[in-house]
């Protein structure tokens, strides 16, 4: 097993820099600067992982974990840049999906923080655990994005054959294993914990091979003949209702969800139940 291990680790930089090397030749690094930075950070946590795991192994949880923080951060802004790709062309769509995304996020994060220090466990536990849980909310998310990018493909001709939907496809892909291999846990323990880490990490790099796939090809531009009139219709409305002034639609959704995050009253879990086990995370899980 130790040699399947280290095998898995190491072909996912060697895939993560072929990723990099199609991105520099096409000049994507402009197009999806933080998905550029996503692959980077990537590769280096892998790497400082790795020398930890060999010879540090007592400081291997707690870099996991930090290192697992700042991807699921960074992933939250690599969606946020994937919808700005994909509604570029309705700019008052992309500021209201903007809006909803990022109130959305910030919701989810605070949630998870609050969940995790109102029970009662180790501050060690209490990271991890609020880590998991926007870990989790945040793949829901991008599986919610790919089925929307499944609805824009019958809307917009050429879409799957875009950049941006290799990119969504492989995250959305990635997302439903996880969440799979979680429930798998869940259900029978981390009995199988050994096999599951290394099917997470197959399927990651798996993923990295979908990315390698469509960045290496070019992308074929969506025609203006080719917008669907529904979505023209739509952004049309939000632009007027935007010049309205103040009580504008957009305005509307910023306020109403401001409202909602001035509540002080947030439900509290229950103490029995929401302990977490904080087991040592397999070397050659990665994000």
């Not at 600067?33 to 291997?60: A, C, D, T």
């Not at 947030?266 to 086990?277: A, D, L, M, N, Y």
Request: aromatic share 10%; hydrophobic share 50%; with cysteine.
């Amino acid at each position: 097993m130790n040699g399947i291990m280290y095998v898995s680790w190491l072909l996912g930089p060697v895939l993560q820099i072929t990723v990099l090397i199609f991105m520099i030749r096409r000049k994507l690094r402009v197009v999806f600067p933080r998905f550029f930075s996503y692959i980077v950070l990537q590769i280096v946590k892998s790497g400082i992982l790795f020398l930890i795991y060999r010879y540090h192994q007592e400081n291997y949880f707690d870099a996991y974990w930090s290192g697992n923080a700042i991807s699921v951060l960074l992933v939250v802004t690599v969606m946020d840049e994937i919808l700005h790709n994909l509604l570029k062309q309705y700019g008052s769509i992309q500021s209201l999906t903007s809006i909803i995304f990022r109130w959305a996020c910030g919701l989810l994060l605070l949630l998870s923080i609050v969940n995790a220090f109102s029970s009662q466990q180790t501050s060690a536990d209490r990271v991890v655990s609020a880590v998991l849980a926007f870990d989790r909310s945040v793949r829901v998310m991008q599986c919610g994005l790919f089925f929307l990018l499944i609805i824009l493909c019958r809307l917009l001709r050429n879409c799957w054959r875009q950049h941006v939907f290799g990119i969504a496809l492989g995250f959305g892909i990635f997302a439903s294993i996880e969440l799979m291999l979680v429930s798998i846990v869940m259900h029978f323990g981390d009995g199988p914990a050994a096999i599951l880490s290394l099917v997470k990490s197959a399927a990651y790099n798996g993923v990295t091979l979908v990315w390698i796939m469509y960045l290496r090809r070019q992308s074929e531009p969506i025609l203006e003949l080719d917008v669907a009139p529904q979505l023209m219709a739509l952004n049309v409305s939000l632009v007027a209702s935007t010049q309205a002034g103040d009580n504008g639609f957009l305005s509307m959704v910023e306020q109403a969800v401001d409202r909602v995050l001035s509540r002080g009253s947030w439900p509290r879990p229950p103490v029995k139940g929401s302990q977490i086990i904080g087991r040592k995370p397999e070397p050659e899980e990665r994000n």
